[in-house]
């Protein structure tokens, strides 16, 4: 047992978080969504978590006879910690995101109307369990070719009922909470663009989820011919028709009649890079062709070892409201997403009053430079 004396300061600590969070709340008007994806390996006490409306926990799978499991040797105690943060932020919501890059099992829980069930009985009894606020399926990616996973043509038309199902039993969850309004359980999804609106049924799906995570980073990387702004908000000067930004992901939504306050525009707490970058006759090492690609950086990491080194030259781009790192004398060029970046993207989701940002991933963020700037640029 800690002495008196110790125990008084921890106390004037939790209750000047919890004014904190009450006035933080009391200037978020509209109430936009800040959600941040979270993994077993974060360091989760540390986290900010009067700045966010829902945390992500990263990630549940599916096992061998398609019930939904924690795999994780962590992953217990991680739910543990994150629901301990109500405790600072009580309106704050944790949600169990299963699936994930190369987390097969989908295609299979989808096919049939007994599967979808299994899925759905499994998944929504770890939310009863941990006493979560719902769940997130992020299946990357329907009718696609993944690293390994499944695939059929009929997923578009499972993914649908399998969202159905879930809709249902955490319904019937919240009634059983007796939870109604903003406090029954939620259901999200993430989506991106492109083909993937070719394998799902966006304009029949979309009243069954609260909101979609539009995973709007990742769009050049090393399986693209040039580099480019991985997370990038509009197209750089002399883009490609077509060429792949955050506008156009959510105009692509938009049109298939998603509404505005259900698109979560994604943020990217890491970024890409590039080596041999032969830049244009300007210099400019944007849409250039690379000799190789260079590895991924956490903000962390990119804070820590790049930015004010001399031989990196920090670029941002007006046009495309996006920032890179350029080294001329080995031609590396990083992308990735900064304060300003940050900014940029939440004053786009106030202006096309969409539903807010959700970024991937905590840790990569440690300090909360990226989130604290999202936050308030939100608020």
């Avoid at 110790?6 to 800040?34: D, K, M, N, Y």
């Avoid at 606020?133 to 009929?154: A, S, V």
Wanted: hydrophobic share 40%.
């Amino acid at each position: 047992m800690r002495p008196a004396f110790a125990i008084r300061p921890l106390v004037l600590l939790l209750l000047s978080c919890a004014v904190w969070t009450v006035s933080l709340r009391a200037e978020a008007a509209p109430p936009f969504r800040l959600v941040g994806y979270v993994m077993a390996k974060t360091d989760i006490p540390r986290i900010p978590a009067g700045l966010l409306t829902h945390l992500d926990f990263a990630f549940a799978h599916i096992d061998a006879a398609g019930r939904v499991v924690l795999d994780g040797p962590n992953d217990e105690r991680a739910l543990g910690e994150l629901v301990a943060l109500k405790a600072i932020n009580p309106t704050l919501r944790i949600i169990l995101s299963i699936g994930g890059w190369g987390a097969d099992g989908f295609s299979d829980a989808a096919l049939t109307e007994a599967s979808r069930a299994r899925f759905s009985a499994t998944a929504v009894a770890l939310v009863e369990r941990h006493r979560l606020d719902g769940l997130d399926i992020d299946w990357e990616y329907p009718g696609q070719p993944g690293p390994g996973i499944r695939f059929r043509p009929e997923d578009r038309r499972n993914f649908t009922p399998l969202l159905a199902q879930l809709r249902r039993d955490l319904d019937a969850l919240s009634e059983k909470r007796h939870a109604h309004g903003g406090d029954r359980c939620v259901l999200t999804i993430a989506t991106t663009g492109g083909v993937y609106f070719e394998h799902t049924e966006m304009d029949r799906l979309h009243p069954l989820v609260d909101w979609m995570n539009v995973m709007s980073y990742d769009l050049y990387g090393s399986f693209s011919t040039t580099t480019g702004h991985h997370a990038g908000l509009f197209a750089t000067t002399d883009a490609p028709a077509g060429a792949p930004t955050t506008e156009r992901l959510i105009r692509q939504h938009l049109a298939a009649g998603i509404p505005r306050e259900k698109l979560l525009v994604g943020a990217a707490f890491y970024g890409r890079s590039w080596t041999g970058v032969k830049p244009d006759a300007s210099g400019s090492p944007l849409l250039a062709p690379y000799a190789q690609p260079g590895p991924s950086h956490s903000y962390r990491e990119i804070a820590r070892d790049y930015l004010g080194r001399p031989d990196f030259e920090r670029r941002w781009d007006t046009t495309a409201q996006a920032v890179t790192l350029w080294q001329p004398s080995t031609g590396t060029l990083i992308s990735y997403e900064d304060a300003d970046a940050l900014r940029a993207k939440a004053n786009f989701v106030r202006q096309e009053q969409l539903g807010g940002i959700m970024y991937w991933e905590q840790s990569d963020d440690p300090q909360a430079v990226l989130l604290s700037a999202a936050a308030q640029a939100l608020r």
